[in-house]
């Protein structure tokens, strides 16, 4: 999510900026919202008040032994008025959520303009694309020979599956080990094992909700779960909702999980 106070003071420079990406933003909308969340704050805040003082008022009459019944109901009333007020504050919040995660991030400002790939720059390169005396095959004419199953995983779930068999399997296998083992003794990583399953905050902390929700696998039952499109996801919310402390940074995991996504491709 952007940060809320940028939207807020200078909603023009965000859409400016976002403009550049092909996004257009509603500022109307959105300054429209912000203006209801002020007015209903401040409206909220003025019935507690105004409560309060009544609460007062009540322990004070009945000290001098005076009638309450008129204050009781006046808080009473300023009580429902409250809670009405709440539930529409509650509800623009709701709303300007809503908005505000579905916008995408910021440029940088080194991002050329460009509405395709065909205005990326080169900015630097490293090494030289390998070339053969032969016409490399495609993974799958690789796996021609039954070692990629198509058929089976086909029958054992649908299309865009595959089975590997033999040393298919044991290169697959092979690799996750290569690349667990390269980064925990080489680079200093920590080696995490996540579940597989996780909340919809931790996929909202991590930008998939709202905007991608219709590419996750949700998983109904007793309790709401949605299947990690990426090892990023559980991996990311390690960290959620904690202040880390400078002399524990930087914080290096490594991990490797099935990457659970309902997109073509």
Not at 158 to 169: E, H
């Amino acid at each position: 999510m952007l940060d809320p106070k940028l939207l807020r003071n200078d909603p023009q420079l965000v859409a400016g900026n976002l403009a550049r990406r092909g996004f257009v933003l509603d500022v109307a909308a959105y300054t429209g919202l912000e203006a209801q969340r002020k007015e209903l704050q401040t409206h909220m805040e003025q019935l507690r008040n105004e409560r309060n003082t009544r609460s007062r008022e009540i322990g004070t009459a009945k000290a001098k032994g005076q009638d309450v019944v008129p204050l009781l109901a006046q808080v009473a009333d300023l009580g429902d008025k409250l809670k009405q007020a709440e539930q529409d504050f509650a509800a623009v919040e709701t709303q300007l959520s809503a908005f505000q995660l579905g916008l995408p991030n910021l440029l940088h400002e080194s991002v050329p303009e460009g509405r395709d790939e065909s205005a990326n720059r080169e900015i630097r390169r490293w090494g030289e694309p390998r070339k053969f005396d032969f016409e490399p095959k495609d993974h799958v004419d690789l796996g021609a020979d039954g070692r990629m199953d198509f058929e089976s995983a086909a029958k054992l779930s649908g299309a865009r599956f595959v089975v590997l068999k033999a040393a298919l399997a044991k290169l697959h296998r092979a690799l996750i080990q290569f690349m667990l083992d390269t980064h925990t003794r080489e680079h200093g990583y920590e080696e995490v094992y996540v579940p597989y399953l996780v909340s919809g905050s931790a996929l909202t902390g991590t930008g998939q909700l709202p905007k991608f929700e219709q590419d996750l696998f949700k998983v109904q039952g007793e309790q709401e779960y949605y299947l990690i499109p990426t090892a990023e996801v559980p991996v990311t919310n390690l960290a959620r909702g904690e202040i880390l402390e400078a002399d524990s940074l930087s914080r290096r995991y490594v991990a490797h999980t099935p990457c659970f996504r309902a997109e073509a491709g």
